[in-house]
């Protein structure tokens, strides 16, 4: 399996999270299966080759709403992905439907869709997604992104604890709280990536009161252990043990 991602331009902060290609790089008639872990995001994808299963056969353009458990994923050896990680507040910001309506789900996105257009078949969606971002203001609860706890967020937005919980009801389909326990989560399961420090450290600096908080909260929202996650995790994707991964 390859999973890059594209350097995300200044321009794209506060909307898009990540630009991501996924390889699975296998044999086109077996299916590999994998596990997607929560990260606070929403996921619009164009397959570009291939076929992917989660729950039902996918089609070649589609988006995934926020995910609150690990999502059990089957791909064809030969599947390759584009795909834009979205924060909530933007994917809100380019029309699209509620978070709420379709957690831990996917819906088909239409060829004809505006949403269609971000992600081409030639990979260049850089210009389009800037061009849909220009003139949109930032949200203010994307300092979520830059605070360990609600209160802090009050403090830095300027927003009451009210008007806290109804924007985040409206934009993520949770309370603040809630939220801010993906993003750590979400900071965990790259922290214990790559040329990681122990997993004490990487519990400290994801805001964990200790190693043992960060291990409940990734069997709790991953179904796995930080262990695992090290060993076998790709960005937000998990090979599965008991199938061909066929790495390159």
Do not use: N
């Not at 909530?88 to 949403?115: K, N």
């Not at 179904?223 to 061909?244: C, M």
Request: with cysteine; hydrophobic share 40%; aromatic share 8%.
């Amino acid at each position: 399996m390859d999973y890059r991602e594209t350097p995300r331009p200044p321009k794209l902060d506060g909307f898009v999270a990540a630009i991501w290609t996924l390889d699975i790089r296998g044999k086109p008639d077996e299916w590999v299966g994998h596990q997607a872990v929560p990260d606070g995001c929403i996921e619009l994808i164009r397959r570009h080759a291939g076929r992917s299963i989660w729950r039902s056969e996918q089609p070649p353009l589609f988006v995934t709403g926020l995910a609150l458990r690990p999502a059990a994923l089957r791909f064809s050896g030969d599947a390759r992905f584009t795909g834009i990680r979205l924060w909530p507040w933007g994917w809100h910001a380019l029309d699209g439907d509620r978070c709420a309506d379709f957690a831990d789900d996917w819906r088909a996105v239409a060829e004809d869709s505006p949403l269609a257009a971000l992600l081409t078949d030639d990979g260049a969606q850089l210009p389009g997604l800037i061009a849909a971002f220009d003139d949109q203001p930032q949200s203010p609860i994307d300092l979520i992104r830059h605070v360990d706890s609600v209160g802090a967020l009050a403090r830095a937005s300027g927003l009451g604890p009210r008007q806290l919980q109804r924007i985040f009801a409206r934009e993520a389909g949770m309370p603040p709280r809630s939220y801010l326990r993906l993003l750590r989560f979400r900071d965990a399961v790259a922290g214990v990536q790559g040329d990681a420090p122990g997993l004490a450290d990487t519990a400290a600096a994801s805001g964990y009161a200790d190693q043992a908080h960060m291990t409940r909260e990734f069997r709790a929202l991953g179904g796995l252990s930080p262990g695992t996650a090290r060993r076998r995790a790709a960005g937000p994707f998990v090979p599965a043990r008991d199938e061909p991964t066929m790495d390159g």
